[in-house]
């Protein structure tokens, strides 16, 4: 599968478990087996950056929250564009894609999954943590 499918997929199962996050293990397992994914290195990629996200939510949260336009909160963005910011956020900060692949790809699935004004919400909050992150 190519990065940019695995990221979907990625993501597709992140929004689940905004849903359900008791068993997110056995969620993943799920997941992996009812969407037949059986190459090795996807389910590492998987497994590692959806515990990565979760053992790191806080820290991802909190550069959300410092990130949001003034009166805004993280509570009112919605789940779709929240849990895209967290993949991004993660794969800026844990992996070794260039932050402009995370963008675009994290805007992508905007257009794809969001509303219409996700994809100016999505850059602008990402653009905003890259541009602190490098100051």
Excluded: C
């Amino acid at each position: 599968m190519n990065r940019s499918r695995l990221r979907e997929e990625t993501f597709k199962l992140l929004y689940s478990l905004e849903f359900y996050k008791d068993e997110i293990e056995d969620s993943i397992n799920y997941y992996i087996e009812e969407n037949q994914i059986t190459d090795i290195e996807d389910i590492e990629y998987i497994k590692k950056t959806i515990n990565g996200i979760h053992e790191e939510e806080q820290n991802i949260s909190k550069a959300i929250s410092e990130n949001l336009a003034s009166k805004w909160t993280i509570e009112r963005i919605s789940k779709i564009d929240l849990v895209i910011l967290k993949l991004a956020i993660y794969e800026i900060n844990n992996t070794n894609i260039p932050f402009k692949v995370a963008i675009n790809e994290a805007v992508e699935l905007a257009k794809k999954y969001g509303n219409d004004n996700s994809k100016v919400f999505v850059n602008g909050v990402l653009a905003s943590i890259v541009n602190k992150n490098n100051k």
